[in-house]
């Protein structure tokens, strides 16, 4: 019997990547009730893709609920630098989940956590039992890699990604899946506002992070080090311990998730009813195409 699949998807990643794409050029397909539908459009399309090149059995959508996390609480200024949401982009947020629902794709998030903290989260509970494709624009998720994860980083344009197995990391950085996390703890995220230790960039992070395998490591062996490291390490080591907290995905957020409800059994008549509504163009075709993978299966 073929194992299960799960492709547990990045909304957010999804939604904000469509509503640039054309955003730029400022075409925001507003709708004739005045409604703009620029991300909700790339968004379907991209989702559409996906389904089509991991064929799963499975599909669950998750969000950010608020900008607020818990670890604006350890740290006051993590993402203090991301801009407000553009005004056309507000009212597409809770159309996408409405959007994903009619495809009967259960849409998971969880007030004070990351859409990563519940994608880690599903990743540890099903991760025994079946095969896990994600799809993201956010490297972090790398760390979650491993012999049944894989993860689909986004490329330019729609059904092109770049396909890292645990195997294939280990090949491009030489460190392990998980070794990500002390390579930000040393590097910083500026995307996430977080600084990392001063002075230290992403190239020598990951060579202290091969040689010495973690921060631990490093720190018991900080005497090799050269001056510069040693100092540079010395100085800001709260900031490295509370960075690390900051890059680490948290795999044990208070979620529920009854996997039946997310076998994908898309309901032709309830998605082609919300497209029609929507007045969403060129997602009628896709998801016809859609149903002739499904029961290719």
């Known amino acids: 019997m073929k194992k299960d699949h799960l492709l547990i998807v990045d909304g957010m990643a999804l939604l904000f990547r469509s509503f640039f794409a054309t955003s730029v050029y400022g075409q925001f397909m507003i709708n004739s009730k005045g409604i703009p539908t620029n991300a909700i459009n790339g968004l379907l399309k991209h989702l559409i893709a996906v389904i089509e090149y991991t064929k799963p059995s499975h599909v669950i959508c998750c969000w950010d609920m608020g900008s607020k996390t818990y670890r604006n609480e350890l740290f006051d200024n993590y993402k203090a630098n991301r801009p407000e949401a553009p005004i056309e982009l507000i009212p597409q947020f809770d159309l996408a989940k409405e959007v994903v629902e009619a495809l009967d794709i259960p849409n998971i998030g969880i007030e004070g956590y990351e859409a990563d903290d519940c994608i880690g989260t599903l990743t540890k509970m099903y991760e025994n039992d079946m095969d896990i494709s994600i799809i993201t624009g956010d490297k972090d998720i790398l760390q979650l890699l491993n012999d049944t994860v894989n993860v689909l980083i986004f ?143």
């Not at 490329?155 to 990604?161: D, E, L, P, S, W």
């Not at 030489?174 to 070794?179: A, C, H, L, W």
């Open 155 to 297: 490329q330019k344009g729609i059904g092109n990604y770049k396909h890292y197995t645990k195997n294939k990391y280990i090949e491009e950085f030489e460190i392990d899946p998980t070794m990500l996390i002390d390579v930000k703890a040393l590097m910083g995220d500026s995307s996430d506002n977080y600084p990392g230790v001063k002075g230290i960039g992403e190239k020598t992070a990951f060579k202290l992070i091969s040689q010495y395998r973690s921060i631990e490591g490093i720190l018991q062996n900080i005497s090799e080090l050269t001056k510069g490291q040693k100092t540079k390490i010395e100085n800001d080591l709260d900031m490295l311990h509370l960075s690390r907290k900051l890059a680490e995905i948290n795999c044990e957020a208070p979620l529920e998730c009854l996997i039946e409800n997310a076998r994908l059994n898309i309901d032709e008549d309830k998605a082609f009813a919300i497209i029609k509504d929507l007045e969403l163009k060129g997602i009628h075709t896709l998801l016809n195409n859609l149903s002739f993978v499904e029961e290719a299966i």
